[in-house]
């Protein structure tokens, strides 16, 4: 295995986790913050690549401008979803069946979402065509496609933004005190439902914001969430359920695990490189790279 | 008491649910019912749609003209099913068309696995079935009431090979290597079998890169690479799935691959190509398929482009016009709307004039006891100027071929 | 819980109806979507015995589903094997999936664990399309048909998949009504409190799996030949059996035989009708279904339809029995109240961290037979810790244990349990859905196997306790006495020889305290060791015979009451000089 090769090899894993990153960082802070796994994640992403596509077709916004701007109406989106179903959810009071519960109902609002798409919407792919799409840049040997080299950049950008409201402002670590102990946080006079509705508004709108990017080069249907979700899960259980810089190594290792697999596995099997990983790290590690508690019985 | 409270429950439940299975449909007329399943809605509801264009196409022709002459000018109506996007759907679709009404014929349904769920219908229900669908399996298995217009994917390749072998030899640039890149569907799967295991070898070609993936395709980089170094002289090409097709056209325009395309199936000839990578990276590109436009067809494409507004014409609704005018000739010969009787004219007819051979090539239609068009033989088509033209056989070519640089 | 023979009763209803459903259904459609209830009702059933009854939600039963379809059709292409046994194949293929599966994946907990289960179906997918086997359609079988399950007439394909329902009912309710079905109900409640009474959570979570991939091994092979005739990754190993199993199994209700019944009844035809008359014009409208049924299910009714209804029905049935004032067992005297010589538990050098704190220091003390042993110190001193150590919910990083002479360390709780050592917890861990003598009964099942007998050594148990008119009620009804009194003849149900009480008299007032040590004095009489954590000094100076006092993590003190209430350094650590003056002046 020539060197330059085995270099390409890990550049696109990287340029391809990144976006990965993003996506994986909303959920990891929904279920840091309120311990629910959301099953709609991707089709919150899904509706994302749809908008920026609107954006691009009808105020020839680039595609790269349009996920940003997927984020102010995405979180609104999230916020009212929260407010009008998942805090509705009790379970019945206990707290174990309060979690299954909202994870049920977020599983059937994945199916909901993806249907209701398919009647509505064409199902024919769509795509954003940009001349970066088709253009790399060239380091030496290594070709380094611009529209996920761009995608990176942003998804880096936005993931450290996120990591600078979390730690650096007082809104930020009231999310954190809500994460870590509800009870003590409310004592100290955070609305910690109002907390849960900004966590899951933050996770929607960053997976939505991940959509547009990935619009810059993947096509988009309704059906786009099923390839997604799953590395999604993944990534955040590698990272540490819960961690939001673990969520974004976890996203980025994904991408190197899917390019690496092509090393030793037949193409047909590359996703099962990824799936041995998630159950590895499951057996061996379940807090994951970064997360605090040990989650075995 | 709570055991009997439960079991209230439950018969409650079940005797709520009964009243609906009893809804009857309306019932039939005189006229000769063609069932269509094909995929209405969902990923695939283009092609399906497609097809529904050519079979209403060919309809409207047949009972404008008199309807069917044997039985006294009766009119034929369509009974579409839709297919959606999985083989349940498919199934169950094939199930209640076939069942509420009597079907004297029916066509579908594109995807090889819906292709093969909805005959396994219709051979138990004895109802005759045409489909263009290439994968081998669908008549290997001993069925009587499954007819398969197109070449099979395994003679397709062989016929394929030997079609650009000889091509790349008149234009001086002999294939030495070749590469296979695509999806692990089944009819691209039944292609490139023989290729690997003899027909390449058999011509003393290498086979240089050779990767298939299964959908969806994470990032075309690492097979694009591959093919950049491998530089193989054709590649065959068989990703059916739309966004991985995508992905890897791209890749190959930015790693500025020069290797020429070979495609595996009709799935590379639709419009929303050229929407989606635009006519420069499809340009030259070519594919091999059951059927295209041939020469001597403008009226009938000129039509068509009318009717529905769509660019241009392609295999699904061309061989869906030709199987409507197909079981419109079986049942002028059986003389009898009865599937039994159809079913045994289709297994006898020989035809090689008229609408219902005008999807296919040669121009005949005969089937084997497989079930088979004996002497199917596929087209290739090319990409110029954003839009696919007939360019093998030469006697029947729209335009001719560019071979590559 | 319900009556034994009505129970049966009501299943032989429920196939009757189905079998009258058959003979009445004319149209070859609507009998496809009969096969398709039947068949749904009983995947359901089968996930319900893992996910309904053991509380361990799975997201990957399709595994089984896929595996029983695959199997079955392969056996049938490969080597002509008629299915009838082909399925037996598969069924065995099947549950031994389900151990390797089980083996690793049971080590986790909660969403963990329904994560994990995700990742075996996609894998299954990948691989099987990488095998070649993309689609695999059966070969029709002209000469034998019945013999290849290749029914013409749609009525047999109903039976067939009646048969299957019926097969999984009597499962069902053979697993309902055994001890295995209790000890699954507990592991759902409240899982350590059940490991705690002797339940070996992890072989009855995989006996529940082993017992879950059968019959949804058999929905799959029937699915095939009776409704779709090919095989494909996605058709069997997809989201879409996943989604059907779990809106019947939640719209209907868990961890109940008539909730996916009634989940299959209501929701397939349901479906199958919107796919009929607006499918094409609506496409996904199933999906949209499912999804908005689970939702609203999740919102208003999460428990199920069946519940629902059925809490309905009983609110406004029996009224509260009235409460009757608790009596106080009869106390024995004389000579069995007495400590010997004999060492039942020894503890050496034990030893525990945790990140940042030593938790426990190199504890060590001897516990003898018959003794009420009092663990006291001030707050964070480790003793719940050691309690948990010694039941076997911790391992100790030094130090060993050892009971009736044989060594212990490291042994989880059920088997310490079965061995002899019983607990009682600080806040009471009562499994919240079952009956007073249901929860009782969990910890009678370590000795005994018939539910009968199980049933009346719980009895006597609450007797021992005074609970025995309380026997019928929830734990949602009752005092904080009373959970505490559950919880002891819970524990004195797995007829322990000696019981670690933790705090048993924290909440209670005082005619509640009186009646607890008056309890706990007549567990000591009837033969069993005692050892008890409490921070109410009075109480324990009139009960124990001996005092060890534990002070960040360390032992502080050991001897006779008296003795250690006047040890200096027990007075300054914990106790108090105010204390020690109160104590004197009275």
């Known amino acids: 295995m020539v060197l330059a090769e085995l270099v390409q090899y890990v550049a696109t894993g990287l340029l391809v986790g990144g976006v990965y990153a993003l996506m994986s960082i909303g959920l990891a802070l929904i279920f840091g913050v309120m311990r629910v796994v959301n099953f709609a994640q991707g089709d919150f992403m899904m509706l994302g690549m749809y908008l920026t596509y609107f954006y691009a077709m009808s105020g020839s916004v680039d595609p790269l401008l349009g996920a940003i701007l997927t984020i102010p109406p995405f979180f609104a989106l999230g916020w009212a979803v929260h407010r009008g179903l998942l805090a509705r959810v009790t379970g019945g009071g206990d707290p174990q069946r309060q979690m299954d519960a909202q994870l049920i109902l977020t599983l059937g609002l994945s199916l909901v979402i993806t249907n209701a798409t398919t009647m509505i919407l064409s199902p024919t792919p769509l795509g954003i065509r940009t001349a970066y799409a088709t253009q790399a840049f060239a380091l030496g040997p290594v070709l380094l496609n611009q529209a996920r080299s761009y995608a990176f950049a942003m998804a880096l950008l936005l993931a450290a933004a996120v990591y600078v409201f979390l730690t650096r402002t007082d809104l930020g670590k009231a999310l954190r005190a809500s994460a870590d102990d509800p009870e003590a946080a409310s004592y100290q006079g955070i609305d910690v439902r109002a907390m849960h509705g900004l966590a899951f508004g933050t996770g929607i709108a960053l997976v939505a914001a991940a959509g547009g990017l990935l619009a810059t080069y993947y096509p988009i249907e309704p059906t786009v969430a099923g390839n997604f979700i799953v590395l999604m899960f993944v990534a955040v259980v590698l990272g540490g359920l819960g961690s939001i810089p673990g969520a974004f190594v976890g996203g980025l290792v994904i991408g190197l695990v899917q390019s690496l697999t092509l090393l030793v596995l037949p193409f047909q099997l590359q996703n099962t490189g990824v799936f041995i990983v998630f159950l590895l790290v499951l057996y061996l590690r379940p807090q994951g790279l970064f997360g605090r508690r040990a989650r075995t019985v | ?405 | 819980m319900a009556s034994r023979g009505r129970g049966w009763l009501a299943i032989v209803a429920v196939v009757a109806v189905g079998v009258a459903l058959t003979l009445l259904v004319q149209e070859r459609y609507h009998h496809r979507v009969l096969t398709l209830v039947f068949l749904w009702a009983a995947m359901g059933l089968a996930w319900n015995i893992i996910s309904g009854y053991a509380g361990q939600i799975s997201f990957g039963h399709q595994v089984f589903f896929g595996i029983g379809a695959y199997v079955t059709v392969l056996l049938v292409v490969k080597a002509g094997l008629t299915p009838w046994i082909g399925m037996g194949v598969a069924v065995a293929v099947a549950v031994l999936a389900a151990v390797l599966i089980g083996m690793p994946t049971f080590r986790l907990a909660g969403i963990y664990f329904g994560l994990a289960t995700l990742a075996y179906p996609l894998i299954f997918r990948i691989v099987m399309d990488w095998l070649g086997y993309q689609e695999v359609a059966i070969p029709m079988k002209r000469e034998q048909p019945g013999w290849f399950m290749q029914f013409n007439e749609p009525r047999s394909f109903d039976l067939l998949a009646l048969g299957v329902l019926a097969a999984t009912l009597v499962l069902s309710r053979v697993i309902e009504t055994s001890r295995l079905g209790y000890r699954l109900r507990a592991i759902k409640e409240n899982e350590q409190a059940a490991e705690a009474m002797g339940v070996d959570s992890f072989r009855c979570k995989m006996a529940a799996y082993m017992l879950s991939a059968a019959p949804a091994a058999v929905v799959g092979a029937v699915y095939i030949h009776a409704i779709l005739f090919i095989v494909t990754p996605e058709a069997v190993f997809g989201l879409l059996v996943i989604s059907q199993t779990l809106v019947v199994c939640l719209v209907g209700g868990s961890g109940t035989l008539w909730g996916p019944l009634v989940g299959a009844a209501l929701m397939v035809p349901v479906s199958e009708i919107l796919d009929t008359t607006v499918g094409d014009r609506l496409p996904g409208i199933q999906g949209v279904v499912y999804g908005a049924a689970l939702m609203l299910i999740m919102l208003g009714a999460p428990e199920g339809l069946y519940w629902r209804v059925r809490h309905a029905f009983r609110a406004r049935g029996g009224g509260e029995a009235t409460r009757l004032a608790i009596v106080a067992p009869p106390a024995e005297d004389g000579a069995a109240a007495v400590p010997t010589e004999t060492v039942l538990l020894e503890v050496r050098g034990v030893s525990k961290a945790f990140i940042g704190l030593q938790a426990l220091s190199d504890i060590s003390f001897d516990v003898r037979e018959r003794e009420i042993l009092g663990v006291i110190g001030p707050n964070g001193a480790g003793k719940t810790t050691l309690f948990n150590v010694l039941n076997g919910f911790l391992v100790p990083d030094r130090g060993e244990v050892r009971f009736l002479g044989q060594a212990v360390t490291g042994l989880r709780p059920s088997a310490l349990c079965r061995r002899g050592i019983g607990r009682t917890f600080q806040v009471p861990r009562t499994f919240q859905h079952l009956t007073v003598l249901e929860n009782v009964m969990v910890g009678a099942f370590v000795r005994v196997g018939p539910v009968h007998v199980a049933a009346s050594t719980a009895r006597s148990a609450l007797a021992k306790v005074g609970l025995a008119d309380r026997a019928d009620a929830l734990p949602t009804g009752l005092t904080t006495l009373d959970l505490r009194l559950m919880e002891l003849a819970r524990c004195l149900a797995t007829a322990p020889r000696l019981v670690l009480l933790d705090e048993p008299l924290a909440g209670l007032s005082g005619d509640g305290v009186a009646v607890m040590i008056s309890v706990i004095r007549g567990v000591r009489t009837r033969g069993v060791t005692v050892v008890i954590i409490e921070h109410t000094m009075q109480a324990l100076l009139r009960l124990a015979d001996r005092l060890i006092v534990l002070d960040q993590g360390r032992r502080l003190a050991a001897g006779a009451p008296g003795q250690v209430t006047q040890d200096p350094a027990v007075i300054e650590a914990y106790l108090g000089k105010r204390w020690l003056a109160r104590m004197a002046a009275r």
């Open chain 2, 1 to 405: 008491m709570r055991p009997l409270s439960r079991t209230l429950i439950v018969v409650l439940t079940l005797a709520l649910a009964t009243p609906a299975l009893f809804i009857r449909p309306a019932p039939a007329a005189e006229d000769v019912k063609i069932a269509l399943v094909a995929p209405l809605s969902g990923r695939w509801a283009r092609q399906g749609q497609l097809k529904k264009m050519g079979a209403e196409m060919a309809i409207e022709e047949i009972n404008s003209q008199g309807g069917i002459k044997a039985l006294g000018g009766a009119k034929i109506v369509l009974r579409e099913a839709d297919a959606g996007d999985s083989v349940e759907k498919a199934v169950s679709a094939a199930q209640r068309v076939l069942t509420r009404e009597k079907i004297s014929a029916g066509i579908g349904s594109w995807l090889s696995s819906f292709t093969l769920g909805v005959t396994e219908v219709a051979e138990r229900l004895q109802v005759p079935w045409l489909s263009l669908s290439y994968a081998d399996s669908i008549t290997e298995r001993g069925f009587r009431y499954t007819f398969q217009t197109s070449p099979v994917s395994s003679l397709q390749a062989e016929q394929a090979l030997d079609l650009v072998t000889d091509l790349a030899r008149k234009n001086n640039r002999p294939i030495k290597k070749a590469g296979i890149v695509g999806d692990n569907t089944a009819a691209s799967m039944f292609f490139y079998k023989p290729l690997r295991e003899k027909l390449l070898a058999a011509k003393g070609i290498e086979l240089v890169v050779d990767d298939v993936w299964t959908p969806p395709l994470a990032d075309a980089t690492a097979i694009v690479q591959k093919l950049r170094s491998g530089q193989p002289d054709i590649v065959f090409y068989g990703a059916t799935n739309f966004p991985d097709s995508i992905q890897v056209l791209q890749k190959i325009k930015e790693f500025g691959v020069k290797s020429p395309i070979q495609g595996v199936g009709a799935w590379l000839v639709t419009p929303e190509y050229v929407k989606a990578v635009g006519k420069e990276v499809l340009d030259n590109i070519q594919t091999v398929v059951a059927a295209h436009p041939m020469k001597g067809q403008e009226e009938l494409v000129k039509k068509f482009k009318q009717r529905t507004g769509e660019p241009f014409m392609t295999q699904d609704p061309l061989c869906t016009y030709a199987h409507v005018w197909l079981i419109k000739e079986a049942i002028e010969q059986a003389k009898s709307a009865d599937p039994k009787a159809i079913r045994d004219a289709l297994a006898k007819i020989d035809i090689s004039s008229g609408p219902a051979v005008s999807a296919f090539y040669p121009s005949r239609v005969k089937f084997d006891e497989r079930g088979r068009r004996v002497g199917a033989t596929p087209l290739i088509v090319q990409w110029q100027d954003g839009e696919p033209f007939t360019v093998v056989p030469t006697a029947v070519a729209t335009r001719p071929i560019v071979w590559h640089k």
